[in-house]
């Protein structure tokens, strides 16, 4: 049981950098269109 709940967590960590990178890179293309 704790075991999957570890894996869950570890996947979660996971999806929201990824998607902290995704938005970091939406904002610089942004930034360098504005210009």
Do not use: F, H, P, Y
């Not at 999957?4 to 950098?17: D, F, H, N």
């Amino acid at each position: 049981m704790a075991g999957a709940g570890l894996v869950k967590i570890k996947r979660r960590i996971k999806s929201i950098t990824s998607t902290q990178k995704i938005t970091k890179a939406m904002g610089l293309i942004a930034t360098s269109k504005l210009r």
